[in-house]
């Protein structure tokens, strides 16, 4: 389920399953957007990256949508693992490009919490 | 693979004390490096961009007298709370990268200020 204000957003599946976690970004002029995972106390590790040209990019169980025209990027886990739960945050360049491809605007995050 | 190096992990010191905390790339330079903040719960919200060899650039509400970044060499950044409050009391994080592809982060740094 989803909530808002002060709570991140949550997601609960179960071991096998499926994930699909939602992220919409603000700056339609982005040219790269990127997929963290966060466990807890730890610094966000890079799960799979995709640039404006492309709408769809798959690596090994996930998969980046994006659709530009809503600015909405999407992340897909296949067959969930309890060492998938986690924090997940999209983030975008706001197409800083060249040098600065480090500069990036997270959104808010999604709890994933995968249920043996 | 490239890795991001912080020190220390976690660091905890009383009300007006300044605080060093320092950022490595290991294996590769990094003539530009980012310093993220993170509250509990929340999402990272970027401080600043280190510059080797010259001024840090500051994001909008971050006060550079307070957070004192020092980018002397390519695989170094320091970020130095200064006169530190609780309400300093952060995770903070270091990323780099090398050019065209994804920002590398750190482990992150845990500040409490008692």
């Known amino acids: 389920g989803e909530s808002v204000g002060l709570h991140l957003p949550t997601l609960s599946v179960q071991e096998g399953d499926n994930s699909i976690i939602n992220c919409a970004y603000s700056?339609?002029?982005?040219?790269?957007f990127i997929w963290y995972k966060q466990e807890s106390g730890k610094g966000p590790q890079f799960i799979i990256d995709?640039?404006?040209?492309?709408d769809k990019r798959q690596g090994q169980r996930v998969t980046v949508l994006l659709n530009k025209t809503v600015k909405h990027l999407s992340l897909q886990i296949a067959a969930t693992q309890p060492g998938d739960s986690a924090v997940y945050f999209c983030a975008e360049n706001g197409n800083a490009g060249g040098t600065s491809y480090g500069k990036l605007t997270f959104g808010q995050g999604t709890i994933l919490t995968v249920h043996p | 693979g490239a890795v991001v190096s912080q020190h220390p992990s976690r660091v905890i010191c009383k009300s007006g004390t300044s605080v060093k905390i320092e950022c490595r790339s290991l294996d590769f330079q990094a003539t530009t490096m980012f310093w993220y903040r993170q509250f509990p719960k929340k999402s990272l919200m970027l401080m600043a961009t280190?510059?080797?060899?010259?001024?840090?650039?500051?994001e909008q509400g971050v006060e550079k007298d307070k957070f004192l970044i020092n980018h002397a060499s390519l695989t170094l950044s320091t970020l130095t709370v200064t006169s530190a409050h609780p309400e300093d009391s952060s995770f903070y994080i270091c990323?780099?990268?090398?050019?065209?592809?994804?920002?590398?982060f750190g482990p992150g740094t845990r500040l409490t200020v008692l």
């Open positions: 280190s510059n080797e060899g010259s001024k840090a650039t500051y």
């Open positions: 995709i640039r404006s040209n492309m």
């Open positions: 700056n339609s002029a982005s040219d790269y």
């Open positions: 990323s780099a990268g090398l050019a065209g592809g994804p920002p590398i």
